[in-house]
């Protein structure tokens, strides 16, 4: 018989296990909130509050809910070091996952993963790049295989967030692995659905300049980037974030092709509302990048979901993800070094001098 609804499982209930948990409790059609889990005493009591009502599972370990019988997959959003584990062990007991970005930083960890996925190939993993799942982008990529501006030669894209001096960013930016790393991936992934996930990188420069946060000098970090990729083919990806901007978020993006150009977001409002008077014309910004995607985070789990119960590919490989991790990780060290590095034509690393 034909399952259907998928038990999912969410892994950490911080900020995205909390929206993960609340749509596919409400936004997913076909899959169920089986079992949460985390062992935070204030998020075992908003589970308590928000989830056991609709009879929600609550675990205080990732162990006790992953050997529950029924369930069939988990969102993993736990933090980042956690990761890889929880991910190898849901495999094992061939549980689907969907797993918060990075599943890793570390580039051997993840290709290890990748042939642990080989022995399991009825269980599904993918990673939350969630952009690939904006109405906007799927649109404008859509165009794109449609031959709506010829080839694509060209990435520009940028990802800018509001200025945050509370205290909470700095303590975040120093165990996110660099602005590369945490933020501009998101956009290497985009670029890697534009150009193709088989694209493979040739030349790499980064650099960047600290405007505002200037503790992120203790650890070889900044809060304005710009970083430029050559691929394999002639296609170039120019990538511009920040972390300081002060009307609000700010994430764009241009596809030059070889007959025309896309551009999704170049204005970031949060709505179709204009006031207009003697100030001039006034529209409201997109406040976060939680608000940008809000929608988005919904689209990914609900493809997730049907991947697994229609027993389709997923909507990315991991594959991409290693790509985009080696591209990321490759900027942050030219952004310590001042170094170009450059690649290989199968996307591998050519280290000269020893180095």
Known sequence: MTKVKANIGVVGLGRMGQRHALNILHQVPRAKLFAVCTPASHEIEWAKAKLVP???????????????????????ASPTELHIAQTLTAMQLEIHVLCEKPITRDIPQLRDLMETAKQHPQTKVMVGFVRRF????MDAIQKIKSGAIGEPLIVRSQGAEKLDKSGFFIEYARQSGGIFVDTVVHDIDLTLSILGEEVRPKALWATGIIAHHHEMKDFKDV??????????GGRIAHYYHSRTTSHGYDNCTDIIGMNGKISINSVPHSNRVQVSNASGIMQDCTPS????YREAFVTEVNQFTDAILDNTELPMRLSAAYTGLKIATAFQESLETGRKIEFDENGDRIVSNGK
């Not at 990048?289 to 940008?292: G, H, S, V």
């Open 289 to 292: 990048w939680i608000d940008r």
């Open 223 to 232: 809060d304005n980037s710009v970083g430029v990729v050559e691929f394999w």
């Open 54 to 76: 609709d009879g929600v599972l609550v675990f205080q370990s990732f162990e006790e809910m992953i050997h529950t019988p029924g369930l069939d997959a988990v969102v993993i």
């Open 134 to 137: 904006d109405e906007n982008y």
